[in-house]
């Protein structure tokens, strides 16, 4: 009697044991340095630490990822560009570069539509214009990723994302606030206004909300120039500088933001941050540029990583679309001081990028893998 009792424990053990393994991811949350390949991280790490491997996302290292698009071969580099790039990692295809999630001008459903059609809540978040290649990659389909206007109605009407945060372009081109309100779209122009619409949100956590941030023409101020008010312009700096940070929000603020809006969704969400003036950074070849939007980067990882502390539903990654400017470490100065480097392009490499996650299905990215690995993995992790 006692053997069959125990037997029949073991059966109903094992049952949930399978039921738990099987449980879909609720939440996936994709981290994307944009041209951060490993010497970006490792100048943050020394310039912050004095060390390499001691950003906040590095503990949590799988491995890396091939970025190549589908004619990137043509050319000697070798280099795919953001457009291509993100096409690969939210829908599992290879595209030529400049296209934007689609093929034979047909579109292909992404990893934030497949999510949607889950009930899931969806937002994207990034430093440049919310209509520049690696959101619109989630949320828009065109086959020319400068079709910023066609990409803004893509948001507006097809895709709808709960949350679109970042910049916009000043000439009118691409997402505006007519549209959006047009569209029953809340626009937030400053951290206050993005505040008080969190605020409203959780006290009404029941109504879905549908919010643009238009906080800054072009893209969003430097970290550097936040830190190094008084400092001396770069030569390829705009002298045109955007609003201060007294008045708009940091990726780690604004991603702070979207996870409040979008945690209220019982059925989970799928959220895309980018950190894109990495990218611009390496290709102005202006290392405090890099590093100190590096470490903004992983603050805004900081935030992610604070708020999933006591979740087992969550999926977290962090990785770059591909690396900029073939950049090399040369020699660590130590902390608070910009390591010596050297900068082999003023573009994109073709070379693999790390590969960082926590959370559930972490280890779905153990090693090296192709960018569209990615929307396979999620798929396959999201499903109940």
Known sequence: MLRKTCLLILVVVLVLLGQTSWAGVKNVIVMIGDGMGFEQVEAASLYAYGREGRLSFEKYYRGEMTTHSANSYLQK????????AVTAMATGQKVNNKILSQKCDEPIKTILECLQEEGKATGLVTTVPVTHATPAGYGAHTGNRNNYEEIADDYLNQTRPNVLFGAYYANGRGMT?????????????????????????DQNPTKEVFIVGLF??????????????????FPEENKNDPPGYN?????????????????????????????????????????????FNTLEFDKAFQVVLNWAEDRDDTLILVTADHECGGLTVVKNRGKGFMPAVFWGSTDHTGANVPVYATGQGAEEFVGVIDNTELFTIIVELSKQ
């Open 216 to 233: 800054s023409p072009d893209e969003m101020p430097w970290e550097y120039d936040h830190y190094n008010p008084h400092r001396i312009l």
């Open 77 to 84: 580099s070798h280099a795919t560009d953001s457009a291509a």
């Open 247 to 291: 008045a708009v929000p940091h990726l780690s603020e604004m991603t702070a933001a979207a996870l409040s809006l979008l945690e209220n969704d019982p059925d989970g969400f799928f959220l895309m941050v980018e950190g894109g003036k990495i990218d611009w950074a390496c290709h102005d070849n202006i290392i405090e540029h890099c590093v």
């Open 177 to 201: 606030e007519i549209k959006a309100n047009q569209a029953d779209y809340i626009v937030a122009k400053t951290r206050e206004q993005m505040h008080h619409i969190v605020w409203s949100a």
